[in-house]
DNA sequence: CTGTTAGCGCGTTCAC
DNA sequence: GTGAACGCGCTAACAG
């Protein structure tokens, strides 16, 4: 390992020439500079990272923090933040919660050791302690959803897609296609996500005077797996729908299967659209029709935020809101009565 | 922020006193511990990561990189060395090389830095140069799959599944069920990757008397688009196959999208077996056959291997080597003749 | 234009 | 058992 003192001693400069010839600060001769710079690529120099940060607080990283890796939600929103945190020779530090609250917090409080300059963070359910844990770490943030906390109002940015409305659009979808029997396939009904949607859900549904009908709820936790239980638990209990409108791709892909195991056919028998228009939507056949949540904007934009609040020192809030499309596949089938 | 400066203000001892009792090294009187955890818990001290590095040189961060983010393949893979390294109390840095071999030297180069303690290396094309740049970051190293390279033979751990025997595997299945006429659907013949899997392809083949068509060959890229393409134009041609092997699930998707476009059915007229195993296999209708590559036990090995040398200063190589497995589902039928 | 000095926060001597 | 002092590598302030 090589540092500025070796450059120094073959040089026969000061540290302090060699330190302000690398990074063209302050006053320095171009012979020296020559002489620095050859040397430096001789010796394969590279500054140690956590002297500078020691000096300068500033890591170069940023931590993204998610509940779950292998969400394939996500998958788009890691490529777009890893893509922009390229342009500003930003890393990655990616963590995972598994769903769980104490997990966030411990987390958080790491960051407490400044390994990192900025936070993109998501969860599935945001609370006050979380929010103030988040303020805690005094780091610039973004957060992927919206959540709305009065007191640390200006200590986060939110980047989202609006939830509801991705779910107005998929039932309303159905709706335009003459289905009135549509089921809602959800994750935990106490959380913000599942809350939101269904929200969305209930409101096209009401707007076309159709009654909302609680044995069309089904609850499962966005997993194929479960999904895929509890729908056909659903259909073997008589459950009458002619379409779902599932919270995620992954739920939507468990209906799918379930059909396939019950001998229902997508889209003769039952129309299937999903939220989140992940990749999984191609492998299905039919195709599934799904709403795009835009969640490679949402990582994209968040970066950028964040990075504006460490470059900029922002300290206002921002907030950018992605309008859901729908992406029209072959899952949906019109039906007339 | 808060420093053992603080602390040791508020509690009337010296820094170091501080910094023996938070690290229970070193003599110090229980009295002294008590006043100082409690002081630390008030201030909510987290000791600042770069001075730790700067003085003990540990980052307690390994790097994993890899060449596309978005290949499912990774997922598992991502999933293994974070849940190993959390145990650690190690944390992820995420890079990704989008294939690049200059991105890859470039990468290599930057971790002399030493922002982390080690590195998991994935590629689809190792060559000497690359391999050399890995050992100039004089970091502990694992790497994702097999590669020899005498020279610096035990500067890095190889933790792969064997990816011949894997292409075996499948082509012998669509043998077994009275196959013969199989095509293989590859990346670039030039890589590591897809060599190694059209060897194992071969063998079977030949071990079974079955010569090697070279009109059943077909190479594109990994990715599902371009595979949906070939196999469709492949098709159009007057390629004649009853089964084809896919080497990832990119493509034994695209391969199914080409077959449902064309008007064939799948297993009926035409039988598929991927390589991967991942989550899409039972997104797809019918179900893929495909072959288990392990990718979250080699995410977890490399992980462990990693640290072992960290914690333990091994110097040695060790590879671990797992055997790949088919998980049969429902697209292959058998054929008689 | 260049060199000397000091200090970022922490951990580890080594005196007391 | 405790505190003063030093240094990890780098940069900024100042003196020359």
Redesign the interface.
């Known amino acids: ?1 090589t540092t500025i003192y070796d450059i120094a001693d073959k040089t026969g400069l000061s540290a302090s020439t060699v330190a302000r010839a690398l990074n063209g600060s302050g006053y320095c001769s171009d012979k020296a500079k020559k002489k620095v710079f050859a040397a430096a690529e001789e010796l ?1 120099y ?6 500078k ?2 000096k300068s ?1 500033i ?1 170069n ?1 940023i931590m993204f923090c998610i509940p779950d ?2 969400n ?1 939600y996500y ?2 929103m ?2 777009g933040v ?1 893509q922009t945190l390229e342009d500003y020779n930003y ?6 919660t598994m769903h769980s609250p104490e997990k966030e917090l411990e987390i958080l ?2 960051l ?4 990192v300059d900025g936070l993109i963070f998501g969860s599935f359910d945001y609370n006050p302690t979380l929010i103030e844990a988040i303020k ?1 770490t ?1 780091l610039p943030t973004a957060i992927t959803s919206f959540y709305e906390n009065s007191e640390y109002h200006n200590y986060y940015d939110c980047i989202y897609a609006n939830q509801s409305r991705a779910a107005w659009i998929a039932t309303h979808h159905c709706i335009e296609n003459g289905h009135t029997r549509i089921a809602f396939l959800g994750g935990d009904p106490k959380e913000q996500n599942t809350k939101e949607r269904f929200e969305g859900y209930c409101r096209a549904l009401e707007e076309s005077g159709i009654p909302v009908d609680n044995t069309l709820i089904i609850n499962a936790n966005f997993t ?1 797996e479960l999904a895929l239980q509890k729908f056909q638990q659903f259909i073997r209990n008589d459950g009458k729908c002619t379409a779902v409108v599932a919270c995620n791709d992954l739920m939507g ?1 468990g209906c ?2 379930a059909c ?1 195991m019950l001998g229902l056919k997508v889209p003769d028998d039952i129309s299937i659209v999903s939220l989140d228009n992940t ?2 939507c ?4 039919p195709p599934m029709t799904s709403v795009d949540m835009m969640q490679g904007k949402v990582g994209t934009e968040a970066a950028r935020l964040v990075m504006d609040r460490i470059l900029n020192k922002r300290s206002y809030r921002t907030d950018i809101v992605f309008s859901p499309e729908i992406i029209k596949r072959e899952s949906v089938k019109k039906i007339t009565l």
């Not at 407490?112 to 390994?115: D, Q």
Request: net charge positive; proline share 4%.
């Open positions: 390992m394969g590279v500054p140690y990272q956590a002297a940060t020691l607080s890591t990283k890796i292998m394939p998958f788009d890691i490529k890893t890393n990655i530090l990616l963590a995972y409080n790491s407490k050791g400044r390994y805690d005094g194929r892909i799918m299967n396939s990749e999984y191609l492998c299905t056949n």
